[in-house]
């Protein structure tokens, strides 16, 4: 399921966004996780877009909760 899908409509998970990386199957990594979903890209450029979308989706819905 992509963030664009999900909602946090009746969620409490409201953590921000955050990218890091990481090791899967001993090679490096970058995990973006956003509304506890976690997206993994071993291409850094794939990783910072989809870390930006991320980004405008949780503004997005903080704006709905008028946070």
């Known amino acids: 399921m992509c963030f664009r899908e999900a909602s946090l409509e009746g969620s409490d998970d409201m953590t921000p966004p955050k990218i890091e990386k990481v090791f899967r199957d001993n090679q490096p990594t970058y ?12 291409q850094d450029w794939q990783a910072a877009w989809h870390f930006e979308q991320a980004c405008i989706f949780y503004r997005d819905q903080l704006e709905k909760r008028g946070g």
């Open 31 to 42: 995990c973006v996780s956003v509304c506890g979903m976690e997206f993994y890209h071993r």
